[in-house]
């Protein structure tokens, strides 16, 4: 099996897990790890999950009295990525974001807006990873112009000058 797919059933198979002990706060760290997939690879799929995830982690902590079931959709996600049938395996993503936006009228609202945030906050992910962000936003699928507005409202830590001033030292010296 290819090792991106690998990691991507590890994921699938963790959230999985979350989901069923509804544990929704650990979704959006497990949506965190599929970034790294993303940069990596590039990866459609990856992108698409890390999404999805994030989106169901929100979504589900928000109607925690409605039971959603994408329990099922998730199972048939992860043969989908065992057996390699990519069009499966996007399509059961695409029932689970169905499920979602059916989950009530209330919620529907909530669900687009977070799904919108999910897109627009993994591609900051994507884009401190190093993506330029004509790329990133092709992958996440927004616009540049969302993208750069989010990008322009996040401030970034820089390295302070003795963190800066180590790495550099590190890098000069030569260990015998």
């Given at each position: 099996?290819?090792?991106r797919?690998d990691?991507l059933?590890?994921v699938l198979?963790?959230?999985?897990r979350a989901?069923?002990?509804?544990d ?5 760290a ?5 970034v790294h997939?993303?940069?990596?690879f ?12 994030y ?10 009295d ?5 329990d099922?959709?998730?199972?048939k ?15 059961e ?8 936006r ?6 529907n609202?909530y669900?687009?807006e977070a ?7 993994k591609?900051?992910?994507?884009h401190?990873?190093?993506l330029?962000?004509a790329?990133?936003?092709k992958?996440?699928?927004v616009?540049?112009?969302e ?6 409202k ?5 390295p302070?000058?003795?963190d ?13």
């Amino acid at each position: 099996m290819d090792p991106r797919h690998d990691d991507l059933l590890k994921v699938l198979k963790r959230a999985a897990r979350a989901l069923k002990a509804k544990d929704y706060a650990s979704l959006s760290a497990i949506s965190n790890q599929v970034v790294h997939n993303a940069i990596l690879f590039q990866d459609n799929h990856a992108v698409h999950t890390a999404i999805v995830l994030y989106a169901l982690g929100k979504i589900a902590a928000q109607s925690k009295d409605k039971q959603l079931s994408v329990d099922i959709e998730l199972d048939k996600a992860i043969v989908a990525v065992e057996r390699e049938k990519h069009s499966q395996y996007e399509k059961e993503l695409r029932h689970i974001m169905q499920v979602l936006r059916k989950a009530d009228n209330k919620v529907n609202m909530y669900t687009q807006e977070a799904l919108d945030r999910a897109r627009v906050k993994k591609g900051y992910k994507l884009h401190t990873h190093g993506l330029s962000v004509a790329r990133t936003a092709k992958l996440v699928g927004v616009s540049q112009w969302e993208l750069q507005g989010y990008l322009g409202k996040t401030v970034q830590e820089e390295p302070q000058k003795r963190d800066r001033l180590a790495i550099a030292r590190k890098l000069f010296t030569q260990r015998r």
